[in-house]
């Protein structure tokens, strides 16, 4: 069975920084792409912020989270992370990491090509 349970959240100070871990189980966890992505207040979807490759772990990011936030993963404790620096008021949101359903090194940006997803932790930016 898979789980994918996220850690670090929390409330942050405008310009500061947070580290979001994601640690998976019940699959082959070098085998698949993993992102994170977010849900804002007041919005009923997800936006993709940022992936990476299975094997050679190149990221991939959002636009609005380039410079700012950094993937990375560690294959041998199954565990993917989110280095958020910079934070801006807008980076408010529920965030999600999620499985991607393809074999291999593809980083989706749809949400529908994700078939697990954690519970999510918050993070809150504050002034």
């Known amino acids: 069975q898979v789980h994918l349970v996220e850690s670090g959240g929390g409330l942050a100070q405008f310009g500061g920084s947070l580290r979001l871990s994601c640690v998976a189980s019940g699959f082959t966890f070098s085998n698949y792409a993993m992102s994170w992505a977010r849900q804002r207040p007041g919005t009923a979807g997800l936006e993709w912020v940022a992936?990476?490759?299975?094997?050679?772990?190149?990221?991939y990011y959002a636009q609005f989270v380039k410079g700012r936030f950094t993937i990375s993963r560690d294959n041998a404790k199954n565990t993917v992370y989110l280095q958020m620096d910079n934070l801006e008021y807008g980076d408010t949101a529920r965030y999600f990491c999620?499985?991607?359903?393809?074999?291999?090194?593809?980083?989706?940006?749809?949400?529908?090509?994700?078939?697990?997803w954690g519970q999510g932790i918050q993070v809150t930016v504050s002034s």
């Open positions: 999620a499985k991607s359903s393809h074999y291999g090194d593809y980083v989706p940006t749809l949400m529908g090509e994700y078939d697990y």
């Open positions: 992936g990476i490759y299975s094997a050679d772990s190149t990221p």
